[in-house]
């Protein structure tokens, strides 16, 4: 005998159902007061002003500078240097990626390596110079580290060379996938020093003669953040040197931080992540019952809220751990990698989630998986940051 299903009435009611996903941890309830009523003015902003707003920039590929100046009122571009809890910076940084990854890419990249290399490294001129506008994101950096030939190998390969001259730095080389490259005001420059080797830091504004940015174009994630190519044949007073950035330990430690930071990026993609294809499973129906009541829609939906509290968790306790400066290598590159791997894995599961509509920017999710694939990437490649991670653990180098 067979036996055929029939379609029953198995409507969810939407009245016991709370409109958005659950905070899993509630990490904000150990913030202080003054801090929770903050964050919860970012968050409100954020959902009213950039997530849907961002679709239509990030589909053309552009940046609207609107959006950063209001985020710059939110005090959003200082909270690096504000006297921020970590655990409120991390937050801060998770309802931005909740709400668009390219300009929490943006805020995030400067105010961990652009406000925060001028803050530790700069001179106290380049800090009174350069840093009241960039606190309130009137001004913008781009930091120019990777090159065409060199981006894994970077430290030891290289290549922009800075020669002291008559009082003058003579900069010259190429740089590559530099954020904010073509809209910066000024730009964070590591070169060779031809006299001693060592990678050192120069501050040089963007309008310099010899400074020339081209757009990157096609990325498939972080499409509104502005990366380029640079040419760089420029001279530059000898003060555009950063005291304290005379090798390439200074970046390292800036980088250290920023990896960390990308941790929380992946929180808050997954975060919106689950929101979308939760509201989707609701929503939608199919069979004559909503996607929701489908066991392997709710073991897609479970999945993806158990990688996010675990991402969740551990940025928590990192975040605990930066505020005791005990942010370790080993530590940064884990959370970078394996956050990253993690919202990797959420983003396909909820593309599947959506269907045909899981491909479209429109619906969130596609943009959300494009920029976790960029993430994925930036700040050290999964891989690299994987084989630091066990250098740390071992002692041995397996990949220089
Ligand atoms: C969206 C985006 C934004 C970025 N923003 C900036 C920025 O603002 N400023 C900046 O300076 N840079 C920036 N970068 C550059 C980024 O840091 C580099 O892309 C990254 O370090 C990888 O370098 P690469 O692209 O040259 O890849 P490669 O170094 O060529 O690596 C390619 C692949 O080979 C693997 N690989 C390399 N070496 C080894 C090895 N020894 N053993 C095993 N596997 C290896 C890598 O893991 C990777 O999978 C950005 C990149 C992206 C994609």
């Known amino acids: 005998m067979t036996t055929q299903a029939t379609p029953t009435s198995h409507a969810v009611n939407t009245s016991q159902v709370s409109d958005s996903a659950p905070d899993l941890l509630n990490l904000a309830r150990h913030l202080s007061a003054e801090e929770q009523h903050r964050l919860q003015r970012i968050e409100d902003y954020v959902q009213e002003n950039i997530r849907h707003q961002s679709i239509e920039p990030w589909n053309q590929e552009e940046l609207p500078l609107d959006m950063l100046h209001g985020l710059g009122e939110l005090g959003l571009g200082e909270v690096f240097v504000d006297g921020s809890s970590q655990l409120f910076q991390g937050l801060a940084h998770i309802a931005l990626a909740q709400a668009d990854v390219s300009i929490s890419a943006v805020v995030g990249i400067h105010n961990e390596l652009i406000v925060g290399t001028i803050e530790s490294l700069g001179s106290a001129e380049q800090k009174d110079h350069w840093l009241p506008d960039l606190r309130r994101l009137r001004t913008l950096g781009a930091f120019c580290l990777t090159e065409p030939e060199h981006g894994s190998d970077i430290a030891g390969g290289l290549s922009t060379s800075a020669t002291l001259e008559d009082d003058q730095w003579h900069i010259r080389g190429s740089k590559r996938w530099i954020g904010l490259g073509t809209v910066a005001d000024v730009a964070v420059v590591w070169a060779r020093d031809t006299a001693d080797g060592q990678i050192k830091g120069f501050l040089v504004p963007t309008d310099t003669p010899g400074y020339q940015a081209r757009k990157i174009t096609n990325k498939t994630g972080l499409r509104i953040m502005q990366n380029a190519e640079l040419e760089l044949d420029l001279t530059a007073p000898e003060s555009a040197l950063m005291p304290k950035a005379t090798s390439f330990a200074a970046t390292s430690e800036g980088l250290r931080g920023s990896r960390a930071w990308v941790g929380w990026q992946a929180v808050g993609a997954q975060q919106a992540l689950l929101e979308v294809a939760r509201h989707h499973a609701l929503t939608r129906t199919q069979f004559g019952k909503p996607l929701a009541s489908f066991q392997l829609v709710q073991t897609a939906l479970a999945t993806i809220a158990g990688n996010l509290a675990v991402s969740t968790a551990f940025?928590?306790?990192?975040?605990?751990?930066?505020?005791?400066?005990?942010?370790?290598?080993?530590?940064?590159?884990?959370?970078?990698?394996?956050?990253?791997?993690?919202?990797?894995?959420?983003?396909?599961?909820?593309?599947?989630?959506?269907?045909?509509?899981?491909?479209?920017?429109?619906?969130?999710?596609?943009?959300?998986?494009?920029?976790?694939?960029?993430?994925?990437?930036?700040e050290g490649s999964y891989g690299i940051n994987m084989l630091i991670a066990g250098r740390e653990l071992t002692g041995v180098s397996a990949f220089v």
């Open 315 to 378: 940025m928590g306790e990192l975040a605990r751990l930066q505020e005791e400066s005990q942010l370790t290598m080993l530590r940064a590159t884990l959370a970078k990698a394996t956050l990253t791997r993690l919202a990797r894995e959420s983003a396909a599961i909820a593309r599947d989630a959506l269907g045909g509509n899981g491909i479209l920017s429109t619906h969130e999710v596609a943009k959300i998986a494009g920029d976790i694939d960029a993430i994925y990437t930036y």
